[in-house]
């Protein structure tokens, strides 16, 4: 079965530093990967996805994400944070012929300060 | 813009109550999911339904159950609510296959007192 770790329950960065949110997954053939983003209150918004051809993929609102097989690795990079990005972050695997479920980890609260 | 709409953002109900939350999307899409997101758990699904009248049970199914009468709504039921539902409830669809990703609705949160 597919599964997702998200190490940091909770990560604070200054406005303008760099990001990079952490994601493992465990899955035996090449995966299907997602990043969400989630604003207090709201639904989750999809911010970028992997499941072939270049590992380095790019999403909305400037973010990025490489997706490394020898380290079962998929983190989400943005070179400079925004107030605006403060919001919870979940990484999610799927899988082919998984009945196109997605399995999501526990998710990483962004904080954010000025 | 596609969207799936979930009919009340917030709901209090009473112990031992009959709970429908409803989601309707508007994309023809085939797949429809229900996940309920607590802290420090992330979203665990609780069922999932792949055509009309076809469901498959999640991560999480009981105290649940869903109905899909037509394509684009999916209901999902709590048959004798108790406490431990209280949460917020995430409905999603996507067409196809999981490489797709999912669209979500805005959730709504489910005080059972």
């Known amino acids: 079965a597919q599964s997702v770790t998200q190490p940091d329950i909770h990560i604070t960065v200054s406005e303008g530093a760099s990001l990079e949110l952490r994601c493992n997954y465990s899955y035996g053939a090449t995966p299907y990967l997602f990043w969400y983003v989630q604003s207090p209150g709201q639904g989750l918004q999809l911010l970028l996805k992997?499941?072939?051809?270049?590992?380095l993929v790019q999403g909305i609102k400037g973010f990025e994400a490489e997706f490394k097989r020898s380290q079962s690795s998929f983190n989400l990079r943005k070179p400079s944070v925004h107030w605006s990005d403060a919001a919870e972050y979940f990484c999610a695997v799927g899988a082919m012929g998984g009945g196109n479920k997605l399995t999501f980890g526990t998710g990483t609260q962004l904080k954010v300060e000025l | 813009d596609v969207k799936v709409t979930q009919s009340s953002r917030y709901l209090v109900k009473r112990t031992g109550e009959k709970v429908f939350l409803e989601c309707v999307q508007d994309m023809d899409h085939e797949n429809m999911f229900w996940y309920r997101q607590d802290p420090g758990l992330g979203l665990r699904l609780i069922y999932f339904?792949?055509?009309?009248?076809?469901?498959e049970k999640g991560d999480i199914p009981e105290g649940y159950s869903v109905s899909r009468e037509k394509k684009e709504r999916f209901s999902l039921i709590l048959e004798s609510a108790s406490t431990n539902q209280t949460s917020m409830y995430l409905c999603?669809?996507?067409?196809?296959?999981?490489?797709?990703?999912?669209?979500f609705g805005s959730g709504t949160r489910l005080t059972v007192v």
């Open positions: 992997y499941f072939s051809g270049d590992t």
């Open positions: 339904s792949y055509d009309v009248k076809m469901k």
């Open positions: 999603a669809s996507n067409q196809g296959a999981a490489n797709y990703g999912y669209t």
